[in-house]
């Protein structure tokens, strides 16, 4: 069963040093929210894995939390280069980072494999490109009934899984909409889950199209409305797109964006001690 | 007659390029902007499908990201990602994928990944290859929109990120690709196809006022001009001021930032 917990001790109690951890969420669902509380609580090098890292992973790897990134598309979504992602590959700052790349469909049924319990999945892809020759975990594979040459890829098993949902009931039942992702797949392949969500609610509604998460397969939920900014929430929230344009601004330069951190993350973390210091 | 931009004449010729009814597996950015043209001008019917699982969507303005709200909310369905790529793309249900590209080389091979000699210590890091590889490998056609320059169009691309004639004809059928691969490259300077018998990309279409040597000149192999060297007529005024009107929509365009919509008329 989920415990309800607050996301400061559902990070403390999953996310490790050395841990790998799949925050995962297709531009909707982003869980923002967790990924800062993880820059706070300081942990080091981590394996993030992803298939779109994008603004909150730039922010994880610039504050040095990242040793190696998994991922299949690095990008602000839109807009261009992730500064800080650049900033490591191209001059290992403010460490080197170790790449593992993919594509979207290697890194979908490798999520799956590891959903499926599978010690690999298998795909029509990666032939004739660069990546199998630089990637590990790709291998060719012949069909045991055609004798068609396929591919096959290493399931992905994370540590932990962090996704940010719509909403949870009492017990811990998680409940999300909209573009749904890898969000799903990831949880059920991951050790160990933390789902922020932006209510509790008595019980839920079912709701056309919604994925369930039943609680015996989530290990904490966190109530953090506008967990996923500046990614949204279908039906809470929209997605804050000026917000994605001015990272690429904020982000390029080492200087102006340890000061937005220390203002938008670190900053937030005292602020948040003395309020509850105060109660 | 309006006048234009070599960019309005590129994502115009793309829009065109696009049949009424197709099902067509967009990228963010210049093909979501042609395609999104296609389905307000001639193309009412054309099906979008993005990679955030959102099949039928129907924007009214062209978003900013594959998973903008708007894409979820006017799709006629949303699937996942894995049920995206493995049920949807990979079984080469879908008719044309619309692909961009960092450095395109003359079988029409796509990097998106590193610029540079070495992998391991790039000059420049690309976002990767998203569903770029599976999109070239298993839609029935791709085409591919770019802007032409030297660095651009190099003989031979730095890193494979998704494959096009490989090495030449017959590479595909080699490699198992099922999809037909690049039949159509639209730039900011002319229209290219592959050569049949060799797979290499040549020139088939100009634009009016480009002159064949200034694309030749902007290649980065000995571009070969097809015997059918045809002109494209100019974005037509209803074109354009459809194409200027749903860029006007656009996050971060300066219409959302409150300047005035773009004068239509000369």
Not at chain 2, 89 to 94: E, K, N, S, V
Not at chain 2, 188 to 194: E, F, K
Not at chain 2, 222 to 240: G, H, I, R, Y
Request: glycine share 10%.
């Amino acid at each position: 069963m989920a415990e309800i917990v607050t996301l400061a001790e559902a990070i403390s109690a999953t996310v490790h040093d050395g841990d790998m951890v799949a925050m995962e969420g297709f531009t909707h669902l982003i869980p923002h929210a967790a990924g800062h509380e993880v820059i706070r609580q300081q942990v080091r090098d981590l394996t993030l894995v992803r298939m779109t890292p994008d603004i909150i992973y730039d922010q994880l790897i610039g504050a040095g939390c990242a040793r190696k990134l998994v991922f299949s598309w690095a990008g602000n979504p839109g807009v261009g280069s992730l500064h800080r992602f650049r900033d490591a590959v191209e001059h290992s700052w403010p460490r080197p980072l170790e790449l593992e790349e993919h594509s979207h469909a290697g890194m979908a049924n490798r999520f799956a494999a590891g959903a499926a319990g599978l010690p690999f999945a298998i795909l029509r892809g990666y032939r004739g490109t660069s990546l199998a020759e630089n990637t590990s975990g790709v291998s060719d594979i012949v069909c045991p009934f055609t004798g068609e040459t396929l591919t096959a890829v290493r399931a992905l098993r994370p540590d932990v899984a962090v996704i940010h949902a719509q909403r949870a009931d009492r017990q811990g039942n998680v409940q999300y909409w909209g573009i749904t992702g890898v969000q799903k797949e990831a949880v059920l392949a991951a050790s160990r889950s933390v789902v922020t969500v932006e209510e509790i609610v008595e019980s839920l509604e079912p709701r056309p199209g919604a994925i369930v998460l039943p609680s015996w397969t989530v290990s904490y939920v966190a109530a953090v409305p506008g967990g996923a900014h500046p990614s949204y929430a279908l039906g809470y929230s929209a997605r804050d797109n000026d917000f994605y344009l001015a990272w690429d601004e904020i982000s390029r330069d080492r200087e102006r964006f340890a000061a937005w951190l220390d203002e938008h993350v670190y900053e937030k973390a005292v602020a948040g001690r003395r309020s509850a210091a105060a109660c | 007659m309006l006048s234009y931009t070599a960019d309005e004449m590129m994502t115009v010729a793309a829009a065109r390029s696009l049949r009424n009814g197709m099902t067509c597996f967009v990228g963010i950015g210049r093909p979501s902007e042609a395609a999104n043209l296609a389905r307000v001008t001639h193309a009412p019917d054309l099906v979008l499908i993005y990679e955030s699982g959102t099949i039928g969507a129907k924007p009214s303005q062209v978003p900013l990201s594959i998973g903008d709200g708007i894409l979820a909310e006017t799709a006629d369905s949303v699937v996942s990602v894995p049920e995206i790529f493995n049920y949807w793309l990979q079984p080469g249900r879908i008719d044309v994928g619309f692909l961009g590209a960092a450095q395109l080389d003359k079988f029409g091979n796509i990097n998106t990944t590193v610029i540079g000699p070495s992998y391991a210590e790039p000059s420049v890091r690309l976002p990767g290859a998203g569903g770029a590889p599976e999109i070239a490998a298993a839609c029935k056609e791709v085409i591919v929109i770019v802007r032409q320059s030297r660095r651009t169009f190099a003989e031979k691309v730095d890193f494979v990120t998704s494959v096009g004639f490989g090495d030449g004809a017959g590479s595909r059928q080699r490699l198992g690709l099922t999809g037909g691969g690049p039949q159509l490259v639209i730039t900011d300077l002319g229209l290219l196809r592959p050569d049949p018998e060799s797979g290499e990309l040549v020139l088939v279409g100009s634009y009016p006022g480009i002159k064949v040597p200034e694309v030749q000149e902007k290649t980065g192999w000995d571009l070969v001009v097809s015997p059918d060297l045809a002109e494209v007529p100019p974005p037509t005024k209803a074109e354009l001021i459809a194409l200027r009107e749903l860029l006007s929509t656009a996050p971060g365009s300066a219409r959302q930032n409150g300047a005035p919509p773009p004068k239509s008329s000369r």
